[in-house]
């Protein structure tokens, strides 16, 4: 069953402090990985895809990166306004439809 | 440019009454996708549209679900009979063309009453 799983749930971290955000999946035929960004009351804000193993995308504070298994969301040096639920989702090549994980809520104390 | 606009904002009804939900994409995003979400969870895929039609509605729970978008534009998502299970957060999306980044609207919370 195509699967994605993302930890921790929550995560509390103080300003400048460094971290990375997990998103693991089982799917059969991977069309791409997508990060988004969800502030509370507002819908999810597009940060990146990545397409195949080994590629890497930066932004600002972000770099996302992609396994055959999992992806993972490193943030450098967080400011408050990181705070946010980082959502990860796949894209099947048999269709596009986006399958969901839960959601990583980030707080960042300043 | 606008971005995916989604009304109303809110909507409170009572249960078993008929509710509208509307989405007006990015202009010349051909593809346009409805999701359901519920607190604490990611958005769950419902239906989408390339065009006029609908390519995928897998993920409408019932028949008293129903989609439409007559001229490649604007969607409506229609709930007949609402229930209590029904309250979520309904998220459009809209993409230049299938299988593109899918940028949201800010979404209509729904509160079945």
């Known amino acids: 069953e195509d699967q994605v799983t993302q930890s921790p749930e929550a995560l509390r971290l103080q300003e400048g402090e460094s971290s990375s955000l997990n998103c693991s999946y089982t799917?059969?035929?991977?069309?791409?990985l997508f990060w988004y960004r969800q502030d509370p009351g507002k819908g999810p804000e597009f940060l990146f895809t990545?397409?195949?193993?080994?590629e890497e995308k930066e932004k600002e504070r972000l770099k996302a990166t992609l396994t055959k298994k999992e992806s993972f969301l490193h943030i450098t040096a967080p400011k408050p306004e990181d705070s946010a639920t980082y959502l990860c989702a796949v894209q099947k090549d048999s269709n596009y439809q986006l399958i969901w994980g839960a959601g990583t809520k980030l707080i960042i104390k300043p | 440019g606008a971005g995916v606009s989604q009304t109303p904002s809110n909507k409170v009804t009572e249960k078993g009454k008929y509710v509208e939900l509307r989405c007006d994409p990015i202009?010349?995003?051909?593809?346009l996708y409805w999701y359901r979400q519920s607190l604490g969870q990611g958005p769950e895929f419902l239906i989408y549209f390339q065009g006029t039609g609908a390519a995928d509605d897998s993920g409408l729970p019932n028949d008293r679900f129903f989609a439409v978008r007559p001229e490649g534009s604007v969607s409506t998502l229609k709930i007949q009979r609402t229930e209590r299970g029904d309250s979520a957060v309904y998220l459009c999306?809209?993409?230049?063309?299938?299988?593109?980044?899918?940028?949201f609207g800010p979404g209509t919370r729904l509160t079945v009453l």
């Open positions: 999306a809209s993409s230049l063309s299938t299988g593109d980044t899918q940028y």
């Open positions: 202009s010349g995003h051909t593809a």
């Open positions: 799917v059969s035929g991977l069309r791409g």
């Open positions: 990545l397409y195949s193993a080994g």
